[in-house]
């Protein structure tokens, strides 16, 4: 539980002592600098429905079958933040970056998020999905129907 919080917040500050955080003064943000903690706080509570939504529906809280380099749950969710993305919690991370990124107003925190970002869309996600398409066959199929990969309205 600690590895969120830790590459989501200590990775972006850490990154940003690497270059100039402009808009700063005496080692504080600026007044617009702060703008950016609105979708950090956005982002981690989306993050937080995730999680809740996985262990309301896991049998003995989330637990992960045998452990592979992308496990896949047990279970289909379908639910709460699941309901308007298929990767909510990898949209989650993106709106916290996104936020870092105003915040810290770095070259360098930019710089992470794009290359990750041009890792996650073309290698993580489609692997992801052809694992859930693998293991729920059919039910994943329908709800990738209704579900938008990544931000919409539900069409149920």
Not at 39 to 47: D, H, K, N
Not at 79 to 95: D, K, N, Q, T
Not at 97 to 103: D, E, K, L, Q
Request: hydrophobic share 45%; glycine share 12%.
């Amino acid at each position: 539980m600690v590895g969120f919080p830790a590459a989501h917040a200590l990775v972006p500050y850490a990154l940003s002592l690497l270059g100039t955080r402009h808009g700063w003064v005496a080692g504080w943000p600026g007044g617009w600098n702060f703008v950016g903690l609105l979708p950090v706080a956005a982002g981690f509570y989306v993050a937080y429905r995730c999680l809740r939504e996985h262990f309301a529906l896991a049998p003995d809280g989330w637990v992960l079958e045998k452990p592979k380099h992308y496990p896949t749950p047990a279970y289909l969710a379908t639910g709460g933040p699941y309901r308007y993305s298929r990767h909510p919690i990898y949209l989650a991370e993106a709106v916290i970056w996104a936020g870092w990124i105003v915040f810290y107003a770095s070259f360098s925190v930019l710089g992470v998020f794009v290359l990750a970002g041009m890792f996650l869309g073309p290698v993580i996600l489609p692997r992801e999905e052809r694992g859930l398409e693998a293991k729920f066959g059919e039910e994943y199929r329908r709800y990738t129907l209704t579900t938008p990969r990544w931000l919409g309205r539900a069409q149920r």
